[in-house]
């Protein structure tokens, strides 16, 4: 007889974004993504940071002012597809924790991406999410908010012996 509670697909690739965003330094917002293929294997993830050989250190993690985050930030979508390396992401899904932003629209449909599974559409009134789903649904991706009873995942890092 097989184990019961096991998680389902879904919720197992959203695991997977949400772990990947813990990799954040970001100190307010910590975004993951997890891109799958129509067969179920993870092609790639990536979360909000800075470009790699920009140190965590030297650029301002700040959200005001005239030097921000926001100009060096690469989000976890875009990280996500260039971490694929030129793999194809035709067909895939994207799986984030937050609704992705017009610019990681622009991302996502030029790589074939089409489906976005996300937990939280917390800026939905935003002139930037308003683009982002006027450009998805123009190119034919599809976006919905994953629906889980599952409120918490807990991994343990203590082998047994």
């Known amino acids: ?12 690739f959203m695991g ?26 993870i092609l790639s993830t990536g979360y909000n940071g800075f470009p790699c050989g ?39 899904r994207i799986y984030v924790a937050l609704f992705p932003c017009n610019e990681c629209a622009k991302a996502i449909i030029q790589s074939g991406i089409k489906e976005i599974v996300y937990l939280s559409d917390k800026y939905a009134d935003s002139l930037s999410t308003l683009a982002s789903k006027r450009m ?4 034919g991706v599809k976006y919905r908010r994953l629906r889980t009873d599952m409120k918490k995942l ?7 012996r």
């Open 54 to 92: 920009c140190s965590d250190d030297e650029f301002s993690w700040e959200r005001t002012g005239e030097d921000t985050k926001y100009q060096y930030v690469v989000h976890a979508e875009l990280n996500a597809v260039l971490n694929a390396n030129g793999k194809s992401l035709k067909g895939a």
């Open 154 to 160: 807990t991994l343990d890092f203590e082998v047994e």
């Open 136 to 139: 998805l649904d123009a190119a």
């Open 16 to 41: 997977v974004a949400l772990l990947a965003a813990c990799r954040s330094k970001d100190p307010n917002t910590q975004v993951g993504a997890c891109i799958v293929g129509a067969d179920n294997i």
């Open 1 to 12: 007889m097989k184990r019961e509670g096991y998680i389902s697909w879904e919720e197992y």
